[in-house]
């Protein structure tokens, strides 16, 4: 059945067809290994003057997600041109009841440059089907109405397979205008190159996204909403539903100004009585900036980020809390986060710091990555106190500068089998300590800590301490040096 609305919650028509889905991915996988590539037709900045960390992950590297949510043209039963088919490129009439009329099975709508203005679009059951834009501009898509008067989801697509929508501007300049897009995949999905010109206005969030196949993979790239949404709005950049259960990729995004996550992607591995997928989040490069909450927010188990730059430069908007954190790993484990790039300057708002395990999460792994901190009484990392011990993070290969004061740099609490290695930790700022290892077994090697305070605090720990070298002193705490 297809259902289709035209204004939020009254469908305007319902349609069934007969569907049965291809065959699910067969060799859908990991990145490929090494490079730094950006994808043809799209910035390659990193959206803040920096070029650190490279952009990582060419999306066709997605192996087989391109082929089943991306043909060519040609696969496709029917490729319609919404102009062709009487569509306003001005803006003036709106094309929702058109798009309607032309969804279908097997079909590809495309969109030559030009403003089109859609009402609430909602359709459900289709199997490869695409919206595309084309030409050398994004096509513009503007809502009818208001949110108040659309509701809160603009465009929506539930239960369909091989789907892909690629190539448009959201335009949301007018105030109270804007609306959620929400795709929930029974297949693999493409979604890539939209940009997000405006705020959203207040109760409404962003993208809702999720892959209710497990056998499936859904990639999610280059979206780019750098104006958020305003205080108090409660907004989100990127939401992963509860429902995902299969692989996510979110590659190349730039989301910024959120005052409820840029990336809240721990839905799916919550821990409460509301059943989830609890299907892998992979994040590829992309900048997240001034987000409150978190910036990049993780939970569902083996959630990966790579490549992956956070800058928290200014306070972000804001509801009732106020809590700038910049990779959140909220629940689930075995979690990596690798050569990311994280800064959390001297403006920033305060929060719980720049890598943050909450007592609920497991084991994670930090490596290659680089955690600026200027922001007085704010740790680099901080690992929470579970309420029954758990594994603790493994971290290699860190390096942790910048001039905050007072507080902690790196905290570990009530965990075991905790691992810091050929880590380089330097906070100039006064009255600044180190490691606060609290109720915490394992080994501290090859490392070097200099701080103004306590370069380790140890709160009824055993830690194993190798090679470590302790400044301005210069004291090196060798092999088997136990305590």
């Known amino acids: 059945m297809i259902i289709i609305t035209n204004r939020a919650g009254s469908p305007a028509s319902a349609v069934t067809r007969n569907r049965t889905y291809r065959s699910r991915r067969q060799v859908l996988g990991v990145l490929a290994a090494g490079g730094t590539i950006a994808l043809a037709g799209c910035p390659s900045d990193q959206g803040d003057g920096s070029s650190k960390p490279p952009v990582d992950g060419d999306i066709s590297a997605v192996s087989g997600v391109t082929e089943r949510a991306r043909p060519a043209n040609s696969a496709y039963d029917t490729v319609v041109d919404v102009t062709e088919e009487g569509g306003d490129p001005t803006g003036e009439e709106p094309v929702t009841d058109l798009v309607t009329e032309l969804a279908g099975d097997n079909t590809l709508i495309k969109f030559p440059e030009g403003t089109y203005r859609l009402g609430a679009l909602?359709?459900?059951?289709?199997?490869?089907?695409?919206?595309?834009?084309?030409?050398?501009?994004?096509?513009?898509?503007?809502?009818?109405?208001?949110?108040?008067?659309?509701?809160?989801?603009?465009?929506?697509?539930?239960?369909?397979?091989?789907?892909?929508?690629?190539?448009?501007?959201?335009?949301?300049?007018?105030?109270?205008?804007?609306?959620?897009?929400?795709?929930?995949?029974?297949?693999?999905?493409?979604?890539?190159?939209?940009?997000?010109?405006?705020?959203?206005?207040?109760?409404?969030?962003?993208?809702?996204?999720?892959?209710?196949?497990?056998?499936?993979?859904?990639?999610?790239?280059?979206?780019?909403?750098?104006?958020?949404?305003?205080?108090?709005?409660?907004?989100?950049?990127i939401w992963v539903g509860y429902g995902h259960a299969g692989d996510l990729y979110v590659m190349n995004c730039k989301l910024e100004n959120f005052p409820d996550n840029g990336l809240y992607a721990s839905a799916p591995g919550w821990e409460g009585s509301r059943p989830t997928g609890d299907g892998a989040v992979h994040v590829r490069g992309g900048v997240y900036k001034n987000n409150n909450i978190s910036n990049v927010r993780l939970g569902s188990t083996a959630s990966t980020a790579k490549n992956v730059r956070v800058v928290a430069a200014d306070v972000p908007p804001y509801g009732d809390a106020l809590n700038v954190r910049g990779i959140h790993l909220r629940t689930g484990g075995d979690h990596l986060i690798e050569n990311c790039d994280i800064e959390l300057q001297e403006n920033a708002g305060a929060g719980f710091g720049g890598v943050v395990v909450h007592g609920n999460a497991g084991s994670v792994t930090v490596r290659d990555t680089r955690i600026q901190v200027d922001r007085d009484d704010v740790p680099a990392i901080n690992v929470l106190r579970p309420t029954e011990r758990l594994p603790g993070p493994t971290v290699e290969n860190v390096t942790i500068e910048g001039s905050a004061a007072a507080g902690n740099t790196v905290v570990v609490r009530n965990r075991r089998e905790t691992t810091i290695e050929e880590c380089d930790i330097v906070q100039s700022g006064p009255e600044r300590d180190g490691l606060v290892l609290d109720d915490v077994d394992g080994t501290l090697s090859s490392s070097h800590i200099s701080v103004t305070g306590d370069p380790i605090v140890n709160r009824g720990s055993t830690i194993t301490r190798r090679n470590v070298r302790v400044s301005?002193?210069?004291?090196?705490?060798?092999?088997?040096?136990s305590e």
């Open 472 to 481: 301005p002193n210069e004291t090196v705490l060798r092999v088997d040096d």
């Open 122 to 237: 909602w359709l459900s059951e289709l199997d490869q089907f695409g919206l595309r834009g084309v030409g050398e501009s994004r096509p513009r898509l503007v809502p009818a109405g208001p949110a108040e008067r659309l509701g809160a989801t603009w465009l929506k697509f539930v239960d369909v397979g091989a789907f892909e929508f690629e190539w448009f501007t959201f335009d949301f300049g007018e105030e109270g205008y804007g609306g959620r897009f929400h795709l929930a995949g029974q297949d693999d999905f493409l979604v890539r190159k939209v940009a997000v010109d405006g705020q959203y206005p207040p109760g409404v969030g962003g993208f809702r996204v999720e892959v209710l196949d497990e056998d499936s993979t859904g990639v999610v790239g280059d979206i780019v909403a750098r104006d958020g949404a305003p205080a108090h709005a409660g907004s989100t950049g």
